[in-house]
C-alpha cells in the first residue's frame, strides 16, 4: 500500500504540473492574439460615390512588384471596418478602386497621384489642390496631428508644395519611420539626403548627431527656429550638466555666468559649430 505522505507528494505534483501547463497554454494563446492584433489598425474609409472596396489582394494582378514590398509597409496592415473587414492597405490612400480595376486600369484610382482620368470621391474640393500637394491631403486625412504641426512658424516646406510626406515616409515598402530604436544613423542619413553640409565629416563631432537629429529638431512643425525643440538655451543643458559654485554657473569646468546672457550658445559667438569643427573641440567655428 502507497505511503498517504507519497501519494500526497505525487498529487500535488501532477497539479502543479497540469496549473504551469494550463498557464502556459493561457500565455501562448494571449501571445497569439496580441501578435494578430497588434499588428492590425482598423480604418474608416471614406465613401466615393459609384466606386467600392475590393481589397489590396486585387492589386496583385497588375502590381506585381508593388504588392510584393507592400507586405512588408506599415501601412499594409490597415483593414476596413465590420464583420465583413478586408485588407484596404492600398485602397486606405488611393480610395476604392472597383472602377479602376473594372476598367483595367483606364480610370484611375481617387487618388493616383498620376495623371489620368479619376472618380468623383466624397472628398470633394480636395482633388482640385495642386498636384504637389495631393498627397499631403491624402497622409492628413488620418495624421491630423501632423497637419497641426505644419501650421507652425517653422516647418519642412510641405504646404508649400516643395516637398512631399513620401520624401521622408516610403509608403509602399518597409517602415514608414525611417531610424529609431537601434538605427539612428539611418535617420540621420535621411535628413543628410537635404542637408548635405550637416553630414560632415567633422575632427571634432558633436556627439548628440549620434542620437539622432530630432535630439534637437522636431521632424515637421516647431514654433522654434529651425524646427529646434527648444529655442534658447535649454537645448544645449539637457546634455551638457551645469554647476553653480560659489555664485558661478559652471559648464564644462567652464564660467559661464554672463556668457549665457548674450544669447544662445550657437548665437552668441561661442559654439557656433553646432554640427561639428574641423578645429575646435569645443564646437568653435
Known sequence: MMNPIVK???????????????????????????????????????????????????????????????????????????????????ESCHGPCSTHSESGGEVKPPYSFTAGRRDPTSYAGRLAVDPARTKQTVCYTCHSDVRGQYNLPSHHPIPEGRMSCTDCHPPHKGSAYVGGGTSLLSQNESCFRCHEAQRGPYVFEHEATREGCTICHTAHGSVNAKLLTVRDANLCLKCHFQQINAGRLLIGGSDHTLRVQQGTCWTAGCHEAVHGSRVSSSLRF
Open 8 to 90: 500526497f507528494r505525487k498529487r500535488s505534483a501532477a497539479w502543479w504540473r497540469g496549473l504551469i501547463g494550463a498557464g502556459g497554454l493561457a500565455v501562448l494563446l494571449v501571445t497569439v492574439i496580441s501578435c494578430q492584433t497588434a499588428h492590425r489598425a482598423v480604418v474608416l474609409l471614406p465613401d466615393v460615390p459609384g466606386a467600392k472596396y475590393i481589397g489590396s489582394k486585387e492589386c496583385e494582378q497588375c502590381h506585381e512588384e508593388i504588392y510584393r514590398g507592400f507586405q512588408t509597409a506599415d501601412h499594409a496592415r490597415l483593414i476596413a471596418e465590420g464583420p465583413n473587414a478586408l485588407n484596404a492597405g492600398c
